[in-house]
């Protein structure tokens, strides 16, 4: 399980964003959806995510693991169980405290970092975007959309699951082509807090004893 979750962690949460040629198809309820929840987040100071992860093969979810996620602007942290990723705003740091290992990577026009709210910006150049109705998760009722890839990227579709009444991301779901499964399910929600000024910066004394590569 550790090795799934290192695996997605550092590759399969990068995904390539090139540029389409091929005709989208957004449905108009599931784009005001987005753009709403969008909109709600990016008009916060912070906001925090307590959630479950769950990866698997063959579309079935193996052992879920806890996960938490810090965001403010375009700077997050991630961490799920041994591995943390955070983003400065300028680079990436990919920290595996079981490995002793750290590496760095600054983003390129050709790749968009992956986070439990990623696809909220991505699907507007990527995806084709359809309502497929409510569904109750968790004792939530939710509205489905889901995400079809405009072209090839290595995923099938990507399931979003939204409270629309309070404007929020509920669960996530990646499904791949070799049918890997990622799964984020938000346990607790929280925004502007009082954040350490140091949240979203890598410090290097810290991991005197890592091997650290910088891509």
């Not at 990723?85 to 760095?104: C, L, R």
């Not at 699907?123 to 109750?136: E, F, I, L, P, S």
């Not at 890839?149 to 939204?162: E, H, T």
């Amino acid at each position: 399980m550790k090795n799934s979750i290192s695996k997605i962690i550092l590759g399969g949460f990068i995904i390539g964003a090139v540029g389409f040629t091929n005709a989208q198809k957004i449905d108009a309820k599931a784009k005001k959806i987005l753009d709403d929840i969008t909109a709600n987040y990016k008009s916060k100071k912070n906001t925090y995510f307590k959630f479950s992860f769950g990866s698997g093969v063959n579309g079935t979810v193996g052992k879920t693991e806890p996960g938490i996620y810090y965001a403010a602007g375009d700077k997050y942290k991630l961490k799920i169980m041994d591995t943390e990723q955070i983003f400065d705003g300028s680079k990436i740091y990919n920290i595996n405290t079981e490995d002793m290992e750290v590496t760095v990577a600054k983003p390129n026009a050709s790749s968009t970092m992956f986070s439990p709210i990623n696809y909220l910006s991505s699907y507007r150049n990527d995806y084709n975007v359809t309502y497929d109705g409510k569904k109750t998760v968790n004792g939530v009722s939710t509205d489905f959309i889901k995400l079809t890839p405009v072209k090839a990227n290595g995923l099938k579709y990507v399931y979003i699951f939204v409270d629309s009444a309070k404007k929020q991301m509920v669960k996530l779901e990646q499904h791949g082509n070799n049918k890997d499964v990622a799964v984020i399910a938000i346990k607790e929600y929280k925004e502007n807090q009082d954040l350490d000024a140091n949240m979203f910066v890598f410090d290097k004394n810290k991991y005197k004893n890592y091997v650290i590569t910088e891509l």
